[in-house]
């Protein structure tokens, strides 16, 4: 597979709602958002997502489809098991989630290593487990902010990398999406980070995509989130190993959401800003 140049590699751009919403309000979100996206003229290459909690599925499938965004935005879960099915209580497994219509999985989110234990070796079989399902997965990588104060940032999401992707082959890589999240930037009382902050640890990222897939893993998706909003997006979507961005607090609400992709959009120069 050739690389793609910058200009032909799709933006992606969603957010994960973590445990907010009820299934009425993440399907009105869904129904509010199709306006705004006509209006602002945001190019149907623009590759969309939104990650409700587990009970908000179904509803925001059919809402989705209602709305006509059926082919423009992934529905994803907030997380899976890798065993199809079993014995571990308030788990999900991947043919439910598949039987339902979601598109996606996010996986490794900090959220989900920090306070529920969630190691590399669990992410190991998760991630190849929704991939050879059919899932896109959203793999989050992050170092915190010891391991930034220590210097060892790089090493560390690049070991997140290496150990999540080690049983997964070449011919699953068009469903895989990196998310690079530092531990540090996200959530409320997050510190926004800087350009060079991102590109510091992208780089090596990106480096380890292509010694592991050769040429191809120059086409996975790199997305960058923590602290994201209108007034900062445009540093990094015009940063060169960033392919989207993974919003939380700034899209949760459908007005947020259109705010920072509309910003993101005029900085990228896919759409014309208001002033032009
Ligand atoms: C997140 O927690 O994944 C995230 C990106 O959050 P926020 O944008 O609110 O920092």
């Not at 059919?62 to 065993?83: C, D, K, M, P, Y």
């Not at 690049?158 to 992707?165: C, D, G, M």
């Not at 790199?222 to 209108?230: D, M």
Request: proline content about 6%.
């Amino acid at each position: 597979m050739q690389p793609l140049a910058r200009d032909k590699r799709p933006f992606h751009f969603g957010t994960n709602f973590k445990m907010n919403q009820t299934p009425a309000e993440t399907a009105r979100f869904l129904a509010d958002l199709a306006p705004r996206l006509n209006q602002n003229r945001v190019p149907e290459t623009v590759r969309l997502f939104v990650i409700p909690p587990f009970t908000s599925l179904p509803m925001a499938i059919a809402a989705r489809e209602t709305a006509g965004l059926t082919s423009r935005v992934w529905i994803g879960a907030q997380n899976v098991h890798w065993a199809t099915e079993g014995a571990y209580t308030g788990e999900i497994s991947v043919p439910m989630l598949t039987s339902i219509g979601v598109d996606l999985v996010l996986l490794g989110h900090a959220e989900r290593r920090g306070l529920f234990g969630e190691t590399d070796e669990a992410l190991a079989k998760k991630v190849p487990a929704a991939l050879v399902a059919g899932l896109q997965v959203l793999l989050c990588v992050g170092e915190t902010a010891e391991e930034k104060a220590f210097g060892v940032g790089p090493e560390t999401v690049t070991r997140q990398l290496k150990i999540a992707l080690h049983d997964v082959g070449n011919e699953a890589l068009s469903r895989l999406l990196i998310g690079y999240e530092p531990v540090w930037s996200i959530g409320a009382g997050g510190t926004p980070a800087r350009p060079q902050d991102v590109m510091e640890t992208v780089v090596p990222l990106r480096h380890a995509l292509t010694e592991k897939f050769g040429a191809a893993g120059q086409n996975v998706p790199i997305l960058y989130g923590g602290s994201v909003a209108p007034d900062n997006c445009g540093d990094f979507v015009t940063l060169e190993e960033i392919d989207g961005l993974f919003v939380g607090r700034a899209a949760w609400q459908v007005e947020g959401f259109e705010r920072v992709l509309q910003a993101a959009l005029v900085a990228r120069g896919d759409i014309r800003g208001d002033a032009d």
